[in-house]
């Protein structure tokens, strides 16, 4: 398991939770859930660069297909946007719920994107 | 004759008496757009899983690959169908949710009895047990959700006593 997944895990989850919670609270889409789709945004970015910088750099041993990673990241980046100008659609209590999806798919296509990788997404690696 | 104002800016101006905000509500708002939301991420990873699979090993197992890309169609234009509103529309996401149901059980019951026809999985497979069984359980929500926002029993009164239990 990676630390990328470890914090992509810790992001999803804080994301989905808050969306969640702030269906129950608010009549409206929250700020908050709006910055935990940033932050998982953010989060895909960032594990977006790292990868190109493994592929391109020293250690490209990706166990599965290349462009079928890279397939994920792209789709998974345009998740978070793509779901926040739906949910802006209808300003009601329900655009909360409809992002608190972003965080659960968007953890299960991390850990594909790990399995992809390293052939695993939870065996202990080198890293 | 037809009732044109009921569309989603209901209840602002006028009827300040009237509560009517959820019978009222479009098929595609609310909890209408979660569904949508659920079959349009259903939409692009079947697509995308599809492409892929028909694209690098087609020859591995066409049939679950041909099987992949018809559940990618069926989501794509249920999608679709249920985003809009239009009585034609109501119809179309019906057809498109009812061939789902019967795609999801029977590829499900299909890949029970007879496992060596599909070496590779579809989305439907065992009942959609690689998507945490949600493509098993999303056709009946999408049933219950067009049968329960029938178009015309939105209509001014009541929307219920049709004795159509969905399901």
């Known amino acids: ?127 | 004759m037809v009732h044109k104002h009921l569309s989603s800016e209901d209840g602002r101006g006028s009827a300040p008496g009237v509560q009517r905000r959820s019978s009222s509500t479009p098929r595609n708002r609310g909890v209408g757009m979660l569904i949508i939301t659920a079959y349009g991420i259903f939409a692009v990873s079947a697509t995308a899983r599809a492409l892929y699979q028909i694209l690098v090993h087609f020859d591995d197992a066409p049939v679950a690959y041909l099987l992949s890309a018809f559940a990618a169609l069926v989501y794509v234009f249920a999608t679709l169908a249920l985003a809009r509103t239009s009585v034609s529309a109501w119809r179309a996401a019906l057809v498109a949710v009812l061939i789902e149901m019967v795609g999801v059980l029977g590829v499900g019951a299909w890949t029970y009895l007879d496992p060596d026809l599909f070496d590779e999985a579809t989305v439907w497979s065992h009942f959609g047990q690689g998507y945490g069984f949600v493509p098993l359980v999303l056709p009946f929500i999408g049933l219950y959700w067009l049968l329960s926002h029938r178009p015309g029993r939105d209509a001014p009164g009541a929307p219920s006593s049709s004795g159509m239990g969905a399901g």
């Not at chain 1, 935990?36 to 166990?63: C, K, N, P, T, W």
């Not at chain 1, 789709?75 to 329900?94: C, E, H, S």
């Open chain 1, 1 to 127: 398991m990676t630390l990328m997944f470890i914090i992509g895990t810790v992001v999803c989850a804080a994301s989905t939770l808050i969306c969640w919670v702030m269906t129950a609270l608010r009549r409206h889409p929250a700020d908050s859930s709006i910055i935990s789709l940033a932050a998982v945004e953010l989060f895909l970015v960032v594990y977006g660069i790292y990868a190109a910088v493994r592929q391109l750099g020293f250690d490209a041993s990706i166990a599965g297909e290349a462009w079928e990673f890279w397939g994920y990241v792209f789709t998974a980046l345009l998740l978070p946007v793509g779901v926040f100008v739906w949910a802006m659609i209808d300003k009601t209590r329900w655009s909360n719920l409809v992002m608190s999806f972003v965080g659960l798919v968007v953890f299960v296509m991390v850990y594909r994107m790990e399995v992809i990788w390293w052939g695993s997404a939870t065996a202990p690696c080198a890293c």
